[in-house]
């Protein structure tokens, strides 16, 4: 079969790689219909997270179950299914507690062995462990691009939110306008948000993140401080989420938040940060982080998208072929994509 390969810091291939086959009772194969590429295969691009040559990438995606081990009880062969980006194994400490994305066992597909070794989607066919929880079945009227978002992207952005303890008729500040960004905007409205400030200097990502109710402000061009303290009374906002991952963002973040405020930190960091910790301190904030819990959202956001208060399809801004992976990276790092569906 057909599989998209990391090959060294900017070069990916399109690989003839072995089918996958069932090792486990609860694995799954999933015949892949679509497949997305996202920032986070992008750090694997830039050799900023180190992966073996010749592994297949790619974690998100949408499909046909075409195996089931007897273990899998919760999908069968024929099932149209989403992934969600990471497996659990929903028997150890974290996942009783709720944690999937704190498993034990976890493993994210297409990120090599310090993951966990879990081959990616960005391939004709993948090997889906715990299908029970990795997998769940699409609604029937939902497009494969929106079914997409539910197992990683959009569960990231309503992960954010869901930390950030937004509630109705509160303010929040959403800096970094990607597509994570972009459904953290949509995941406050949906939580009801009265006002949403979202911060970026991308001309076209301010004007999405208006036409889903946010007001734009422009990192440099506005002054974001002034914006939030004109749209919250001079308070700040209830909620400051840092759709980045980089120390000015967060300490803006930290800065745009009211006292007794909470800040998300959902963007990715790997290595040590300086933010002012007098500012956390004296405003009493609280600082959430980590990986978004997936797993433990995709029931909640699969059904918010089915209802119609979460909608991502307006991201998908390219269509493309899996053969021609190498000109989807090499577009999506040109920050000309939102998001990149491929289909095998
Ligand atoms: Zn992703
Ligand atoms: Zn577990």
Same mark, same amino acid.
């Given at each position: 079969?057909?599989?998209?390969?990391?090959?060294? +810091?900017?070069?990916?291939?399109? @690989?003839?790689?072995? @089918?996958?086959?069932?090792?486990?009772?609860?694995?799954?194969?999933?015949?892949?219909?679509?497949?997305?590429?996202?920032?986070?295969?992008?750090?694997?691009?830039?050799?900023?997270?180190?992966?073996?040559?010749?592994?297949?990438?790619?974690?998100?995606?949408?499909?046909?179950?075409?195996?089931?081990?007897? #273990?899998?009880?919760?999908?069968?062969?024929?099932?149209?299914?989403?992934?969600?980006?990471?497996?659990?194994?929903?028997?150890?400490?974290?996942?009783?507690?709720?944690?999937?994305?704190?498993?034990?066992?976890?493993?994210?597909?297409?990120?090599?062995?310090?993951?966990?070794?879990?081959?990616?989607?960005?391939?004709?066919?993948?090997?889906?462990?715990?299908?029970?929880? &990795?997998?769940?079945?699409?609604?029937?009227?939902?497009?494969?691009?929106?079914?997409?978002?539910?197992?990683?992207?959009?569960?990231?952005?309503?992960?954010?939110?869901?930390?950030?303890?937004?509630?109705?008729?509160?303010?929040?500040?959403?800096?970094?306008?990607? +597509?994570?960004?972009?459904?953290?905007?949509?995941? $406050?409205?949906?939580?009801?948000?009265?006002?949403?400030?979202?911060?970026?200097?991308?001309?076209?990502?301010? @004007?999405?993140?208006?036409?889903?109710?946010?007001?734009?402000?422009?990192?440099? @061009?506005?002054? +974001?401080?002034?914006?939030?303290?004109?749209? &919250?009374?001079?308070? #700040?906002?209830?909620?400051?989420?840092?759709?980045?991952?980089? +120390?000015?963002?967060?300490?803006?973040?930290?800065?745009?938040?009211?006292?007794?405020?909470?800040?998300?930190?959902?963007?990715?960091?790997?290595?040590?940060?300086?933010?002012?910790?007098?500012?956390?301190?004296?405003?009493?904030?609280?600082?959430?982080?980590?990986?978004?819990?997936?797993? #433990?959202?995709?029931?909640?956001?699969?059904?918010?998208?089915?209802?119609?208060?979460?909608?991502?399809?307006?991201?998908?801004?390219?269509?493309?072929?899996?053969?021609?992976?190498?000109?989807?990276?090499?577009?999506?790092?040109?920050?000309? $994509?939102?998001?990149?569906?491929?289909?095998?």
């Amino acid at each position: 079969m057909q599989a998209v390969t990391f090959q060294a +810091p900017g070069e990916v291939r399109v @690989e003839e790689r072995p @089918e996958p086959d069932l090792l486990a009772r609860d694995d799954a194969i999933v015949n892949v219909d679509a497949t997305g590429v996202c920032g986070s295969d992008l750090h694997i691009y830039h050799g900023r997270v180190a992966i073996e040559p010749g592994f297949t990438l790619g974690h998100e995606f949408v499909g046909t179950v075409v195996a089931a081990g007897d #273990g899998v009880t919760q999908v069968t062969e024929g099932d149209r299914v989403l992934g969600c980006y990471c497996s659990a194994c929903g028997n150890c400490f974290f996942c009783r507690r709720g944690d999937f994305h704190q498993c034990d066992d976890g493993r994210v597909f297409g990120h090599g062995k310090t993951l966990g070794s879990l081959q990616g989607a960005q391939a004709e066919r993948v090997l889906v462990p715990h299908a029970n929880l &990795t997998l769940r079945r699409v609604p029937e009227e939902m497009s494969d691009d929106a079914a997409l978002f539910a197992g990683d992207v959009m569960g990231t952005g309503w992960h954010a939110v869901d930390q950030a303890g937004v509630r109705a008729g509160e303010a929040v500040a959403v800096l970094g306008l990607g +597509p994570v960004g972009l459904c953290a905007v949509q995941a $406050a409205k949906a939580a009801g948000a009265a006002t949403i400030v979202g911060i970026d200097s991308v001309e076209d990502r301010l @004007e999405a993140a208006e036409a889903f109710g946010a007001r734009p402000v422009h990192l440099m @061009e506005d002054e +974001p401080r002034a914006a939030v303290k004109d749209a &919250t009374d001079g308070r #700040g906002v209830d909620a400051g989420i840092d759709a980045v991952g980089h +120390p000015d963002a967060l300490e803006l973040a930290c800065r745009l938040t009211r006292k007794a405020g909470t800040v998300a930190a959902i963007g990715v960091y790997a290595e040590r940060v300086q933010i002012h910790m007098g500012v956390v301190w004296i405003k009493a904030l609280t600082l959430k982080s980590g990986q978004a819990n997936v797993i #433990g959202h995709v029931d909640r956001v699969l059904a918010m998208m089915a209802g119609g208060l979460l909608d991502p399809t307006p991201l998908v801004t390219h269509h493309m072929r899996l053969a021609d992976a190498p000109e989807a990276y090499a577009v999506y790092d040109r920050r000309e $994509a939102l998001k990149i569906v491929m289909t095998p």
